[in-house]
């Protein structure tokens, strides 16, 4: 089972910015696309960014240009610089597996998630 531990999270006001990492465990991690996802409070889990295990990159329209995923193989993580930070980002951000195509979660582990809150 992947291990997944988020963290970087904080309070930060609007146009501030944040960079969060996502430590996995397991040598499965560089062979495998992963994402970050985002939950505010009596809203579904969604998908904001994925990274294949070659380094391309999907981008909700909602973060496009302000967010930005990338992976170090060699530590086992990925990372998620935040700028132009808005009230509406924020939410508890998790890490996980993700098929890079369908965009389907591969792992039904997640972490504690890392909290984001971003003030007007």
């Known amino acids: 089972q992947v291990q997944l531990v988020e963290s970087g999270g904080g309070l930060v006001q609007a146009g501030g910015s944040l960079r969060l990492s996502c430590a996995a465990s397991g040598s499965i991690f560089s062979i495998n696309a992963m994402g970050w996802y985002r939950q505010a409070p009596g809203k579904q889990r969604e998908l904001v960014a994925a990274?294949?295990?070659?380094?391309?990159?999907r981008y909700v329209d909602s973060v496009k240009g302000r967010f930005t995923i990338s992976r170090d193989n060699a530590k086992n993580t990925v990372y998620l610089q935040m700028n132009s930070l808005k009230p509406e980002d924020t939410a508890v951000y998790y890490c996980?597996?993700?098929?890079?195509?369908?965009?389907?979660?591969?792992?039904?582990?997640w972490g504690q998630g890392t909290q984001v809150t971003v003030s007007s």
């Open positions: 990274i294949s295990s070659g380094g391309s990159k």
């Open positions: 996980n597996i993700i098929d890079y195509w369908t965009l389907i979660t591969l792992n039904d582990y």
